[in-house]
Antibody
């Protein structure tokens, strides 16, 4: 059974870069069977799809965030990462990493990590 | 890319049914049969309960069913139970390798 675990700083200063890593166990990123995604949820609000990445490094992003996002994958560590530049208070959220299946659904999720953008 | 529209809340008594709507556009729900639904219990990560408009993953009770008509998808929870109290989110493919979530509906069991 696949498990995903987010890690990274819980506090980011405004205008700095928000960086998170998702470690996957129970499935190999290099298998090519899935995409690997980031989704966030501001406190008390709904879910927002950030983007997803394939093991080859091909990535697709939410158009509203595209100019500030970079995703990467490290198949040797079975990890994928998110960088969000020029963070503002509006980026404060619980960030989830998730596996995206070819049935077009997010079928496994990490527990989420709260990132607060504040000085 | 706008969020799909869901009612903020819905409720029903134990044993009854509740239906949650998810309204999009001809660019997302209306264009593709790639609607999924997620249940989020308080303080927990979302859980997939419906994919490809009507299909249930293994382990999801058949009390959960879903459909789509035009630009609107719907989730029905039958035989409501106390542990069905949660937030429910729809999601749809929106073209060009992008996805959009709904605004979320809090389902309460009276």
């Amino acid at each position: 059974q696949v498990q995903l675990q987010e890690s990274g700083p819980g506090l980011v200063r405004p205008s700095q870069t928000l960086s998170l890593t998702c470690t996957v166990s129970g499935a190999s990123l290099s298998s090519g069977k899935f995409y690997w995604s980031w989704i966030r949820q501001p406190p008390g609000k709904g879910l927002e799809w950030i983007g997803y990445i394939y093991h080859s490094g091909s990535a697709y992003y939410n158009p509203s965030l595209k100019s500030r996002i970079t995703m990467s994958v490290d198949v040797t560590k079975n990890q994928f990462s998110l960088n969000l530049t020029f963070a503002t208070a509006a980026d404060t959220a619980v960030y989830y990493c998730s596996r995206f299946d070819y049935s077009d659904s997010f079928d496994s999720w990490g527990q989420g990590t709260l990132v607060t953008v504040s000085s | 890319q706008s969020a799909l529209t869901q009612p903020p809340s819905a409720s029903g008594s134990p044993g009854q049914s509740v239906t949650v709507s998810c309204t999009g556009s001809s660019s997302d729900i209306g264009a593709y049969d790639y609607v999924s639904w997620y249940q989020q219990l308080p303080g927990k990560a979302p859980k997939l309960i419906i994919y490809a408009v009507t299909k249930r993953p293994s382990g999801v009770p058949d009390r959960f069913s879903a459909s789509k008509s035009g630009n609107t998808a719907s989730l029905t929870v039958s035989g409501l139970q106390g542990d069905d109290e949660a937030d429910y989110y729809c999601s749809s493919y929106a073209g060009s390798n992008t996805y959009v979530f709904g605004t979320g509906t809090r389902v309460s069991v009276l």
